[in-house]
């Protein structure tokens, strides 16, 4: 194995459904990782990071034992695992890979199980078991919890179990496999973690606060974009309310020279919403805004 940098932070980033939507998350945040699909070690244009690609079921065990100083994960696969890491930062993305899903348990449209308390002596098949075993037996209620290695949906349809605990976003896969959700269990979102030694070096939890900074403006960024405009002094006030942004619009005078008639001109600057914005600029037109552009954003902090 490479030999560690006194000034190398070893960073896990997630195989699998969460792998791309990282990648290029990284990427709006200022750092190129390339070879993800042919290495287990991708390089990085950053001497001081060492990536790692790794199972995000498995992440929390490697962050934890110091395998690695740093990783992305679901909330889930850390409390499947009772890692005792550092939560960095909750990273909420608009992308799919990225949006919040829910752990649910399931059961088959006409099945007596009706809430929890119904599963009283059954069985359940689920990835997540040490989690479901906890959840039950917190409730007092005896199940029979087996590891499922796929195709979780079916064997609730097929009554191969009573009931599953499986992960969704919308509810429509578990719908279309004619069950039904009968209590939601688990909320779950990417998260930043850290080893809780690493978290204590200070040049290593410098490195990780820059990362979770840029991750979280390159998530503030998503579905926003800037937009600028040259407006007149007699139609600032009416323009300036009809944008929204974080705080208040950025109004600059332009060059004297550019005064057209003895009237001053303006540029005004913000950030906003991506959907606002095809609405907006008919508006702006109309109110007296010339020479708009519209740009992407990477980061907003």
Not at 44 to 51: A, P, Y
Not at 104 to 114: E, G, L, R, T
Not at 115 to 120: R, S, V
Not at 208 to 234: D, F, H, T, Y
């Amino acid at each position: 194995m490479k030999e560690q940098s006194a000034k190398e932070l070893k960073l896990g980033i997630p195989k699998g459904s969460l792998q791309q939507a990282t990648v290029e998350l990284f990427k709006k945040s200022g750092w190129k990782i390339a070879g993800t699909d042919r290495s287990y070690f991708p390089s990085v244009d950053d001497k001081s990071l060492r990536c790692s690609i790794v199972r995000a079921q498995e992440m929390s065990r490697y962050v934890e034992s110091g395998s690695l100083d740093a990783g992305i994960t679901g909330k889930d696969w850390i409390e499947e695992n009772g890692s005792d890491v550092r939560l960095v930062a909750e990273l909420v993305y608009a992308k799919a890979s990225f949006r919040p899903v829910r752990w649910v348990v399931a059961a088959p449209q006409d099945s007596p199980i009706k809430k929890l308390e119904d599963l009283k002596g059954r069985r359940i098949a689920t990835e997540m078991v040490n989690f479901t075993r906890r959840y039950f037996s917190e409730r007092k209620i005896p199940v029979e919890v087996e590891f499922s290695w796929g195709a979780t949906e079916a064997k609730a349809a097929e009554g191969l179990v009573d009931a599953i605990v499986e992960v969704t976003e919308t509810g429509g896969t578990i719908r279309a496999h004619g069950l039904r959700i009968v209590a939601e269990l688990l909320e779950s979102s990417p998260q930043l973690i850290a080893n809780k030694k690493s978290w204590e070096n200070s040049w290593k939890r410098e490195k990780i606060e820059q990362i979770r900074l840029l991750l979280q403006g390159a998530l503030s960024a998503e579905n926003k974009v800037g937009i600028k405009m040259n407006v007149a002094e007699p139609n600032i006030d009416k323009i300036v309310r009809l944008i929204p942004s974080i705080t208040a619009p950025t109004v600059s005078p332009l060059y004297p020279t550019a005064a057209l008639h003895g009237v001053k001109w303006f540029s005004v600057e913000s950030v906003i919403s991506e959907d606002v914005v095809r609405d907006l600029i008919p508006k702006l037109i109309q109110n007296g805004a010339v020479g708009i552009i519209e740009y992407p954003l990477n980061k907003v902090i």
